[in-house]
């Protein structure tokens, strides 16, 4: 990505100066009548004829690239600033300054070079939040002449900080599997690799699945039988009306990092991944396969951040965004009754779905004020009751900690108990 300017040249602070004295001079020998005074203009003036007589300088052409507008968590990003001038130039100086999560990995912060018409400064910066961001402000300087100056102020472009997909795997199983063929085990008897069970030959049965050990046991045919590999469709929801914590790990962040390393964990396996953002304007996007449907979904994320004071509108969301066999995940911190109300109506329509609750950090204890230990077991209390109360709809809710690995989180939920499927 690249951006240009071309600057103009004014007066440097030094020409003013010059100016000054020979106008301070002049009028004090027009004031008092001494023709003396005007030596103390005329090195000054003298000056001020030759840097006019040479006039300013031509315009100036300022660059500025990054290797890349898309990129990961923690990537390099290589950004180049180039100048070029008509003419020589005296000094040209380049000074970056970095905006919130963006990290300077190489390049000094400020570059000069001397006596050239051509300049060219370069940093290394690590976007380390996702988000639209700009890689950095450039200010430039330049002086000519010893007379003139131009300054100019440049952003770098804007970076499309994609999310880090912490590590996952697609273990969840939905209650029903669509009749496609997947890599996760269904419940049917099928081509699939997992063994089930042996039964007696029928016509039509491969060779090659015969068990001859039990088979001369039995003094009959008898054959292996395996289950079907079927796909899945899953819907990450990301719960967007609240966030708490520090910048870098909130729970909207939680919540974003897991959302991406399941729709990269499913992506990965060719099931078809679904996107429904809870806050703001409700987004919603239909379930896809393919490695280009997760940068779809994390173009969407972008735009979450907005507070909302809408009670948000399932009804709303087209039949194909939300398939009835999918599997629902939620990545929420259960502060806000929109995001439980959003629960159990989709359990009440017959969803299966998972609450993944990514609320870190507890309301800090008071020491010197009582009552503050009361409060914070009060509101754990309060926690628990309404986890409990989403596993009395059938709606397991798992906590997800800071430093906890996604699939240890989720691992108890390989298979969805009874209570979770559809009804």
Known sequence: MMSSRTVS???????????????????????????????????AMTALAII???????????????????????????????????????????????PGGVDHVSGSATQVTLHD????????????????????????????GGGWQADLELRAGTLEVFPQPPPAHARIVPADLLRRIGEHTARVAGDGIEFTGIRDYSFGDRLRDVNWAVTSRRGRLQVNQRAAERAADLVVMIDAFSEIGPPGDSTLDACVHGAAALTAAYLRI???????????????????????????????VFDIRHESVVTPSLDRIPRTALPPAALVV??????????????????????????VDVLRHEPPAMSRRPGSDLAVRLWRLDRAALRSSLAGLGVPVVTWHSGDQLDAVLGPMRRLPAAARRP
């Open 52 to 98: 006019r007589r040479r006039g300013a300088p031509g315009g100036l052409e300022v660059t500025a690239a990054i290797s890349a507008s898309r990129c990961f968590e923690g990537e390099d990003v290589e950004l180049t600033v180039t100048l070029v001038s008509p003419q020589v130039l005296d000094e040209i100086a380049f000074s970056l300054e970095l």
């Open 117 to 144: 018409s051509r300049a060219e400064a370069s940093w290394v910066v690590r976007p380390t939040a996702w988000g639209r961001r700009t890689a950095g402000l450039v200010r430039v300087r330049c002086r000519c």
């Open 270 to 300: 060719g099931d078809r991944v679904g996107f429904v953002a809870l806050g703001g304007m409700l987004r919603w996007l239909s379930p896809g396969a393919g490695g280009r449907h997760f940068y779809r979904i994390i173009e969407m």
């Open 9 to 43: 040249w004014r007066a440097a602070p030094r020409l003013r100066r010059l100016a000054t004295v020979a106008l301070i001079a002049v009028a004090a020998a027009l004031v008092t009548g001494r023709g003396s005074l005007l030596l103390l203009a005329a090195p």
């Open 330 to 355: 939620l990545f929420s911190p259960l502060l806000d009754e929109r995001a439980i109300g959003a629960v159990a109506d989709l359990r009440q329509r017959g969803f299966s779905l998972i609450v």
